[in-house]
Nanobody, 127 residues
Framework: QVQLVESGGGLVQTGGSLRLSCAAS????????TAWFRQAAGREREFVAA????????YHADSVKGRFTISRDNAKNTVYLQMNSLKLEDTAVYYC????????????????????WGQGTQVTVSS
C-alpha cells in the first residue's frame, strides 16, 4: 500500500507561484508514474502533469505548459509541481496520484491508470 501526502497549497494572487509536494511512503517504495490532477468546484477532474520513474519523461497539460513544471527527488520519494504565473482558472484541489506497476505512457493522462491517490491540497488564486 502506498500513501501519498500532498502539501504546499494555499492562497496566492494572480501571477504568483506555489510549489506543491507529494511525498510517498509505504510499499511499493517506488511508483512507475506519478501525476498531478486537479478538480475545480463543479468541474470534472483533469490531468495537470505526470512524470515517469524510468527515464524521467514528463507530460504537461496544454493549459499549464510553460507555467507548471513537474519534477521528482528519488532520494526523498517526493514529486513536485512548480506552478508559476498562476491564473484564476488554476484554482482547484490538486491531487497527487501514483501508478505502482509498468504502464503505457500513452495512457498517462487518464486517472483510471492510477492506483493510489492523495487527499488533495487546495490552491486558490485571487485577483
Amino acid at each position: 500500500q502506498v500513501q501519498l501526502v500532498e502539501s504546499g497549497g494555499g492562497l496566492v494572487q494572480t501571477g504568483g507561484s506555489l510549489r506543491l509536494s507529494c511525498a510517498a511512503s509505504g510499499r511499493p517504495s517506488r511508483s512507475y508514474f506519478t501525476a498531478w490532477f486537479r478538480q475545480a468546484a463543479g468541474r470534472e477532474r483533469e490531468f495537470v502533469a505526470a512524470i515517469v520513474l524510468i527515464g524521467g519523461n514528463t507530460y504537461h497539460a496544454d493549459s499549464v505548459k510553460g507555467r507548471f513544471t513537474i519534477s521528482r527527488d528519488n532520494a526523498k520519494n517526493t514529486v513536485y509541481l512548480q506552478m508559476n504565473s498562476l491564473k484564476l482558472e488554476d484554482t482547484a484541489v490538486y491531487y497527487c496520484a501514483a501508478r505502482a506497476n509498468i504502464g503505457s505512457e500513452s495512457l498517462i493522462r487518464f486517472g483510471g491508470e492510477y492506483d493510489y491517490w492523495g487527499q488533495g491540497t487546495q490552491v486558490t488564486v485571487s485577483s
